[in-house]
């Protein structure tokens, strides 16, 4: 099965489209490119959600990456997968979150 990955942190603007850099970049690395988007720039908009692009050419929220990254390690407990190296076990019953934020994944949890 081909699962489909986290390769980059995004904001979707809601007038201008999704920004995004290839990992290991950070959110607010991609927000200080884009002006509108980042609370301290001028003009800031902050309707801007941040997310994740895949390795489908797919803008997803911070929720939906969770879950597709929650699935993949799902499928190989225990194991460490090279693509998302600061995440561990991540999905298994002994940790089934890879933060204690919630079911939002940040790009600090995969790498």
């Known amino acids: 099965m081909a699962f489909e990955r986290i390769i980059g942190a995004a904001f979707l603007h809601p007038d201008k489209g999704v920004y995004s850099l290839l990992a290991p970049a950070r959110h607010g690395q991609v927000g200080?490119?884009?002006?509108p988007c980042?609370?301290?720039?001028?003009?800031a908009n902050l309707d801007?959600?941040?997310?994740?692009v895949t390795d489908r050419a797919r803008y997803v929220s911070r929720e939906e990456a969770w879950k597709l990254v929650a699935e993949?390690?799902?499928?190989?407990?225990?194991?460490k997968l090279a693509h998302y190296p600061a995440l561990e076990n991540f999905g298994t019953d002994e940790h089934p979150m890879p933060n204690n934020r919630g079911?939002?994944?940040f790009s600090e949890d995969v790498w």
């Open 72 to 79: 993949e390690m799902a499928a190989f407990p225990g194991q």
């Open 48 to 52: 801007c959600d941040q997310g994740f």
């Open 32 to 35: 200080r490119l884009v002006d």
């Open 38 to 43: 980042y609370p301290d720039q001028p003009h």
């Open 103 to 105: 079911s939002e994944l």
